[in-house]
């Protein structure tokens, strides 16, 4: 599966560079390779394959177009006027690499191109373009998705549920709903799967910056208590913290509907679960 | 026309304000009104009108969508790392009145509504959102759009009918083509008729920028000189500059394809050509 991720992502790029300015072609790359664990794609390939059919070009661009849309949220939240973050996956981050005004084109350029991608897949099922478009607009979108969750942090008064759902829900959510309507299915069912398992990775994401070293997680590390930001280990302590992620990733694989390839998603979830606390954090949090 | 994009703009915000940050809301609002001419989508409204039948939703959400990708731009261009503008349409710039994060999280959320607005607009007409779709990214993307033509300036050597084709003329291109497939017709006939009002608005921008004052132009003036970039002031004089843009207007009218409001259309532009230059301007280069 990795590989038909890292192949989409590959022809999502290549598609545009010739004759694009080389140093913006760098740095898209940069941005997006090497990856991640790529949980997003992955799991929005899952739920397509889990109905059985053989997986629609439309699962695997909408797969591209959320790690894509990822990538582009974190270069930008990087920039020096958000975290100012010198480290992103154990490298320079995009802006110490290419410059500032690079670093807000390639996020700029990334978002385009997740829309780009599916387009460029919906030839033979128009019908589905718009649901997804809609389904990746609204995770990336001011409203309840990426951007209102970034801007949620320059507001006096920032409701906690709201700002986690918006900033590390959305996508997880869109992966689950998005991977079942290009697979032609209904995407209601999958919704608590995605929230719960994006509810597990906000967990996962503030127990990593309260407990782990810089070079463990890769990038800069107490973030949440140096900027103020509310978090799950402040308000719930760390064994706390790790009991209710436990909890959300039991819903989440309870909440995986009927169909064909049930037994396999909810192997995958686990797995996935397993993966979100470095073996170094259980320990230290057991 | 105009207020029916006024209109639609403001649905285009307005559907996901309930709920969302209010900074990012205000921020967003500021971005978008009070406009300027909003002659990309009056030229992609008159394109879809000329085809005869009523104008197609679809060609009110690329109207739309081109508007916001135009302010997206404009917001992110008006950046301390970019042309540190303090001055946009007479008022200070998005990052004077509201800060360089929400800045950059506006234009993310201007290009993300963009294609929001195609995809809510496609029920009726779900073959013809793909095709849009690739118009909107291309005029935007990092290949040969917007994103291209920023990024051209961050490169020692500047290909200069390429910068501005992508900095100017691909949303005017999309414009044209854009209206075109809105009303289910072929775009390609509109392609030239797109790129030689980009040229002559090329011109009229390098112009405004050597000689009007920043009161006349809403925006901070000499620019191109001060940032090195090449002008077609500086190519031709402001005389030569003048007759080029003349030319340019000339061949769009030339170049409108036989359609049932062909005179309304060619009509249209040398209206809109009209206006390129203040009158103040045009007696200084007369």
Known sequence: MMNRIEAALTDALARGESGAPPMLTNALRYAVFP???????????????AHGAE????????????????????????????????????????HRAFGESLAVLTGDALIV?????LAQAASTAPERLAPLVLILSGALGSHRGL????????????????????????????ATTGGAVAAGHDPLPWRAVGEQIGAAY???????????????????????????RPSATSLLG??????????????????????????????????????????????SAA
């Not at 991640?36 to 394959?49: D, E, H, K, N, T």
């Not at 270069?75 to 010198?86: G, K, S, T």
Request: with cysteine; glycine share 6%.
């Open 35 to 49: 990856g991640g664990a790529r949980v997003r794609p992955q799991l929005c390939l899952a739920v397509a394959a």
């Open 55 to 94: 997986v629609h070009a439309l699962a695997e661009a909408m797969a591209c177009g959320l790690e894509l849309a990822h990538c582009a949220s974190l270069v930008h939240d990087d920039l020096p006027c958000f975290d100012n973050a010198e480290l992103r996956r154990g490298r320079p981050s995009v």
């Open 113 to 117: 191109l997740a829309f780009e991608a």
């Open 147 to 174: 951007i209102a969750g970034q801007a949620w942090e320059s507001e006096a008064s920032v409701p906690l549920e709201q700002y986690h759902r918006a900033k590390t829900g959305a996508l997880f959510v869109a």
């Open 202 to 228: 906000q967990i996962a994401d503030d127990l990593l910056d309260a407990l782990a070293t810089a070079e463990q997680a890769g990038k800069p590390v107490r973030q949440d208590a140096a900027l103020g």
């Open 238 to 283: 760390v064994q706390g913290a790790v009991e209710r992620l436990r909890s959300h990733v039991e819903q989440a694989v309870d909440a995986v509907p009927l169909c064909p390839g049930e037994g396999a998603l909810r192997a995958l979830v686990r797995q996935m679960a397993e993966r979100l606390v470095p073996s170094s954090l259980q320990q």
